[in-house]
């Protein structure tokens, strides 16, 4: 040990000890940033995205189906399978909006579902899609809207 002790104070000019000391300082802060980088690299960039017009089938099938404000969450899968990843947006004309990612189909959180009924209850609510098909971001207005009955 100390061969090594003495070959870090010739060659570098620092201690063992001033040497070991930095490295307990730089350890935490460059773990840290390492996480972060990780963290932000899993995140999808969407910015690069395809408007397309084209409406995907989905299963079931949801496009222009008036439902009560009252429903369970509507889950469904894009039935393309040539993507690797898809993105809901849920968006209501009274506010409340969320987005759900998956890897081939959307299951859609209760809670947030039922938040967005609440809001909007009586109005519409919009649904795009954004898949992700060989390297490429592509944006789908699914649904035109999803009309809400209100309850009595």
Same mark, same amino acid.
């Given at each position: 040990m100390q061969f090594w002790k003495n070959l870090l104070d010739i060659r570098i000019g620092i201690t063992f000890t001033s040497y070991f000391n930095l490295m307990k300082r730089i350890f935490p802060v460059s773990l840290i940033l390492i996480s972060l980088l990780h963290l932000t690299g899993c995140i999808p960039n969407t910015s690069t995205q395809v408007p397309? %017009? /084209?409406?995907p089938e989905i299963f079931p099938d949801y496009t222009y189906v008036t439902v009560p404000s009252t +429903? @369970?969450?509507?889950?469904? %899968?894009? !039935?393309? %399978?040539?993507?690797? @990843?898809? +993105? /809901?947006?849920?968006?209501?004309?009274?506010?409340?909006?969320?987005?759900? *990612?998956?890897? *081939?189909?959307?299951t859609i959180p209760k809670n947030k579902w039922t938040e967005l009924l609440k809001a909007n209850k009586g109005d519409s609510i919009s649904v795009t899609l954004k898949?992700? *098909?060989?390297? *490429?971001? +592509? !944006? +789908?207005?699914?649904?035109?809207h999803i009309y809400q009955r209100t309850s009595h």
């Open positions: 397309s %017009t /084209a409406i +429903i @369970a969450p509507l889950n469904f %899968t894009p !039935q393309d %399978t040539s993507y690797t @990843a898809v +993105i /809901a947006e849920f968006s209501g004309t009274r506010g409340n909006s969320f987005r759900v *990612k998956g890897r *081939k189909n959307i898949i992700l *098909k060989e390297d *490429k971001w +592509i !944006q +789908i207005h699914l649904f035109s």
